[in-house]
């Protein structure tokens, strides 16, 4: 029902494990474990964004949901591409393999204040679109 709320939840539990992981990553179980919910919870926010991209084509640009549903996909792709660039810069840096979750962490809670000001820019519009 409301794809900007589970988003928002999501990411900010990604942040979650992500910081949590800093601690559990000396012990292969508990790492283990933590990677688990970690992997969980990076995939479950797909269908959600999937979801909220073709809501949101579908109420601006009816037309266009395919190539904004594509364009989600390729922005994921790109998403991992950066995430890789940027984890190889924090690894060859002074901050070191360890400080990877915790940037990780710092790029998550950044995706989810920009998932919350998408969530008020689209109650802004359908006040707008709702008025006119």
């Given amino acids: 029902r409301n794809p900007v709320r589970a988003l928002s939840v999501l990411f900010a539990l990604q942040a979650a494990a992500l910081v949590v992981f800093t601690f559990t990553a000396v012990s292969p179980v508990l790492a283990l474990v933590t990677l688990a919910a970690l992997g969980f919870l990076q995939f479950a926010s797909v ?64 995706a989810v204040g920009l998932t919350r000001i998408s969530g008020v820019l689209d109650r802004r519009a359908s006040s707008v679109l709702s008025a006119s």
Avoid: E
């Avoid at 890789?84 to 393999?97: E, R």
């Fill in 47 to 110: 269908p959600g964004l999937q979801l909220y991209v073709v809501q949101l084509a579908k109420l601006h640009r009816p037309g266009g949901v395919d190539v904004a549903s594509a364009l989600n996909i390729a922005a994921f792709n790109l998403g991992i591409a950066i995430g890789a660039w940027v984890g190889g810069l924090v690894v060859s840096s002074s901050l070191g393999l360890s400080a990877t979750p915790w940037v990780a962490a710092i790029l998550v809670t950044f």
